[in-house]
């Protein structure tokens, strides 16, 4: 067998086993209720065992974060046309309003979002059902909608069957405080 694939069998499972140690190991959430104003929170942190491959909570053991909670409508976007309005040999194909090229300065996996400029570049969310990510983007029907009184963002998703099937949705999003 070749020992790549043992060392890569090995590291899974390791990582597996991590992983359900620290789900065993995270105190249990309380519900926090919405209301038509952002309410601050301060959550505790877990501090992080190594790099994030995926998405994760921005809980850290021993440190508290402060957060509002609002309901928000989310869409999710890729990179063809149809989403973006730009074909790949776009000069401006692929780079956020931040001037954050995809696939160069920013990737998928740390978590993309547009939002309403209410939100200034670098703030970090995080989306119930999609997870965390990072205010890269901003988008023309991504504001705040009066009629309903929810923000719009936009979730970037590469995979175009997945963000269409993400399709639209109302969910909670944290959005966290800058501490400093």
């Not at 931040?98 to 979002?113: C, H, L, Q, T």
Request: overall charge negative; hydrophobic content about 35%.
């Amino acid at each position: 067998m070749d020992k790549h694939k043992v060392r890569g069998g090995i590291l899974l499972l390791l990582a597996l086993g991590v992983v359900a140690y620290i789900f065993n190991q995270t105190p249990q959430e309380q519900t926090v209720e919405t209301l038509a104003t952002p309410v601050e929170t301060t959550v505790e942190k877990e501090k992080p065992l190594s790099p994030p491959v995926e998405r994760k909570p921005m809980v850290l053991r021993g440190e508290s974060r402060r957060y509002k909670e609002y309901e928000m409508e989310v869409t999710a976007y890729d990179l063809s046309y149809e989403s973006c309005g730009k074909h790949p040999n776009h000069p401006e194909y692929a780079v956020t309003a931040s001037g954050k090229k995809i696939g160069v300065d920013i990737f998928e996996e740390d978590g993309i979002i547009a939002s309403p400029e209410n939100f200034p570049f670098g703030t970090k969310m995080e989306v119930e059902g999609w997870g965390t990510g990072t205010v890269w983007d901003r988008g023309g029907a991504i504001k705040y909608d009066e009629k309903t009184g929810r923000y719009r963002l936009d979730i970037f998703i590469s995979d175009r069957a997945k963000a269409l099937e993400w399709g639209r949705k109302i969910v909670k999003v944290k959005v966290f405080q800058d501490d400093e």
